[in-house]
């Protein structure tokens, strides 16, 4: 069993289609079904279901799932040690991130460590919490900076380390009778309607144990899935929406007022895996350095 065979095995588990994996490896879709076939054979067993659309994993093929990422994650960690010797950092960075993070300016850190890096390769892609923390999970991305999941969706095996935490704030409309008050109950905002982003995107779920915690079931009539949007939402009287105090920064159309009481905070943290990768650990050192400069 070959290292780039678990690569092969690895990418159609994750695009459930042999095309696209074949894409993404740069490789001819009949090499890679060959490579395929040659790991069945040597394993004694079928590791995807095929059909016309797309391929599924057999129960072989989800018990080598875990070990194929494992293994590949200790040899990119052992080429990782090396070039760390050398000084180097090289290859591919794949980097997931919220849309707005108050801790973390992306496109300036990403402008200077590649600027000390220049040897890396940076892939940045945007998402929601929960997909995000999924693809550092099953090594689709090396680091995501995300909210903090909730207890019940935090998966055991990823690394997760606090960046920052602000306190959350109502957003509503300046016409909108709260928009006088300096603080608002929450049990005020029983017969609001909101706006809010989809369910897998961290601020909804911190949002929902908030209100659910007092009670509260409210209605989300409108989602989106940018802060822009659902600003301009709130901003024509369309639903208010809990939002990180820092969103008060993006627009002068929307007020922004203080929930009193005891309100848990919207925390920032970013996601790797274990090992963390050499160029991943050192952008983290970058964040820490950047902070440290800034406070």
Partial sequence: MELRQLEHFVAVAQECHFTRAAKRLHIAQSGLSASIRSLERELGAPLFLRS?????????????????????????????AVAAVQGLLRGR???????????????????????????LEIRLR??????????????????AFVSRPGPARCPDDVVIQAL???????ACALGHPFAG???????????????????????????????TATGIERRVALEVTDVHSLLDLVACGLGVALVPRSYSVKTDRVRFIELA?????WETVSVTT?????????????????KAAAS
């Fill in 181 to 211: 008050q300096e603080q608002v109950k929450l049990a005020d905002l029983a017969d609001e309607q909101f706006v809010d982003f989809p369910p897998d995107w961290g601020t909804r779920d911190l949002a929902d144990r908030v209100l």
């Fill in 52 to 80: 016309t659309r797309q391929v599924q994993l057999t129960p072989a093929g989800q018990a080598l799932l875990g070990e194929a990422l494992r293994a590949l994650s200790a040899s990119n960690a052992a080429k990782d």
């Fill in 261 to 265: 009481g005891e309100v848990p905070a």
């Fill in 93 to 119: 960075l794949s980097i997931g991130s919220l849309q707005c993070l108050h801790a973390v300016h992306v496109p300036t850190l990403l402008a200077g460590f590649l600027s000390a890096h220049p040897g």
């Fill in 274 to 290: 274990d090992p963390t990768s050499a160029a991943a650990a050192a952008l983290l050192r970058e964040v820490e350095l950047v």
């Fill in 126 to 143: 945007q998402g929601g919490s929960d997909e995000l923390i999924e693809l550092v999970r099953t090594g689709r991305l090396d680091v």
């Fill in 164 to 170: 920052d935490s602000e306190p959350l704030a109502l």
